[in-house]
């Protein structure tokens, strides 16, 4: 039975469960909680879903639509809801966080760096350092059968490669530190998403000790790198010497030192974690899908003919590609995105007061079976340009969408499709029987227990 949330003046009431969501938002109860009951909300009351709880209204919504509305159509009536609060403590005024003119303006500075021209110069590190990272791997038990968990793996390769897409050669020896203080904000951040009351963070607990020492590390080696670029003050190729280059094209200013730090540490902390988290998600799909490997090994073979892959090859790997899609469609790393409006608006007939909460989750959105033949199968070629023709554009959100769609979308998949492609045209990952994987949600869509994995040498079929 439905539960009218709110009063309609100009719309309709507002349908949604009698459970409040706050349980599931803020409950530590078991994995999965959110998912399940949003998804299920969505199936029984529609595209506009309300909810009431601790006095405040939310609305969850799951048609394109609506989406679009919400992302691009009426974007400055919508702002990050409070729920971004706690990511302000580790990226402070960047892209992430930031609002209105002073987005736009940091938006209108940071996009060069993200041209395909400094993404394509940047491939050549993504493969070398996953060719390193195989090396290693042999090098290691892992070579000699013994599982490991990929999730950390990747994890650890991605933050590599986005320090040096960003330092360059510089942050040599820095990894170690940077690897160290971001794993504990990423905790850190998701314990105080929902978390009712907080705490401040300068109360002196253990946790807001330990808080304080890795941001003041974090913040160290970001601003040695920062200075130590600036003295030279000659572009290296490297993506923190073009920010430290970039001017407005309005009032001709660059950014200021805190400005640079923060738009830095986002790149940093957001530049990793996503892929990390989807690349995860491809390896153990394609674990549990040994027809869709053997395609990807059919292309890579095809295609690569046992060498590295290149910026080039790019179009040429198209299954790769759809791979990740697919994984990304499952399994979104940005498994939801919240928004605050400014002003009453009305959404497919419902009214919208301020200050409600639009709820938004890739992950519930691309499970919609009106946009999505047998939602909850596995099938990469759905991504094919065939099949993709008449799919609305916000059925298919990993990125987000409109003005505030991810500025690394093009960097991500590049990176994502040349990883898989350096790994797969010489291993096979196995999953380890009986290791339980569940999804996550936390500020990304993590394997909870990570994804056990063992490694094995492929017999490459190599074209005549």
């Known amino acids: 039975m439905a539960v009218q949330t709110e009063e309609a003046e100009t719309g309709q009431l507002t349908p949604g469960p009698r459970l409040s969501p706050a349980r599931m938002f803020f409950s530590k109860g078991g994995p ?25 209204s939310s609305i969850l919504l799951d048609h394109p639509d609506h989406i679009r509305h919400v992302l691009r159509a009426n974007n400055r009536n919508y702002v990050k809801s409070k729920n ?50 195989l090396e290693r791997w042999t090098s290691l038990p892992y070579g000699r059968g013994e599982p490991f968990d990929v999730h950390k793996e990747m994890t650890r390769l991605t933050l590599t ?21 971001q794993a504990f904000l990423n905790g850190y951040v998701d314990s105080r998403i929902g978390a009712l009351p907080r705490l ?8 807001n000790a330990r808080y304080r020492r890795a941001m003041a590390d974090l913040d160290g080696v970001v601003y040695s790198l920062i200075d130590e ?28 030192e805190k400005q640079l730090r923060d ?83 009305e959404i497919g007939s419902y009214r919208v007061p301020a200050g409600t909460t639009v709820l938004i989750s890739p992950y519930v959105t691309h499970r919609n079976p009106d946009h999505w033949e047998r939602p909850e199968v596995f099938d990469p070629e759905r991504f094919s340009s065939e099949r993709s023709a008449d799919r609305p554009e916000f059925a298919y ?20 499709v040349l990883i898989m492609a350096t790994v797969a045209k ?16 936390l500020v990304t869509l993590r394997p909870k227990r990570g994804i056990l994995v063992i490694l094995r040498e492929r017999n490459r079929r190599v074209p005549c």
């Not at 490669?161 to 203080?181: M, N, Q, T, Y």
């Not at 010489?426 to 949600?441: A, D, F, N």
Request: glycine share 12%.
């Open 84 to 133: 971004y609060e706690p990511v302000k403590l580790v990226v402070g005024k960047g892209l992430l966080a930031s609002e209105g003119d002073f987005w736009r303006r940091q938006r209108r500075l940071v996009q060069p760096a993200f041209h395909r021209r400094r993404i394509a110069g940047l491939a050549s590190l993504m493969v070398a350092e996953t060719e390193g990272m």
């Open 229 to 256: 670029r600036r003295k030279h003050s000659r572009d290296k190729g490297d993506l923190i010497s073009m920010l430290l280059e970039a001017r407005d094209e309005e009032t001709g200013e660059g950014m200021g």
């Open 426 to 441: 010489r291993y096979s990952l196995g999953l380890v029987p009986g290791h339980p994987v569940t999804p996550e949600p």
């Open 200 to 207: 401040p963070h300068w109360v002196p607990t253990p946790k």
């Open 32 to 56: 999965g909680e959110p998912l399940g009951f949003l998804l299920s909300a969505a199936k029984e009351y529609g595209p506009v879903v309300g909810f009431r709880y601790l006095n405040r």
């Open 263 to 345: 738009e830095v540490m986002t790149l940093l902390i957001a530049g990793n974690e996503t892929t990390a988290v989807a690349l995860s998600w491809a390896w153990w799909l394609l674990g549990k899908h040994p027809e869709a490997e053997a395609k990807l090994h059919g292309e890579l073979d095809e295609v690569l003919s046992g060498r590295a892959p290149t910026f080039e090859d790019l179009p040429k790997l198209s299954y790769t590609r759809m791979l990740l899609q697919e994984a990304m469609r499952l399994y979104p790393p940005g498994w939801i995105v919240s928004r605050r409006n400014l002003k009453d608006d």
């Open 397 to 416: 959100l990993p990125f987000g969408g409109g003005p505030r769609k991810c500025i690394g979308e093009h960097f991500a998949m590049t990176e994502g």
């Open 161 to 181: 490669i986005v320090s040096k897409a960003l330092f360059g050669a510089d942050v040599e020896g820095k990894v170690g530190r940077i690897s160290a203080a």
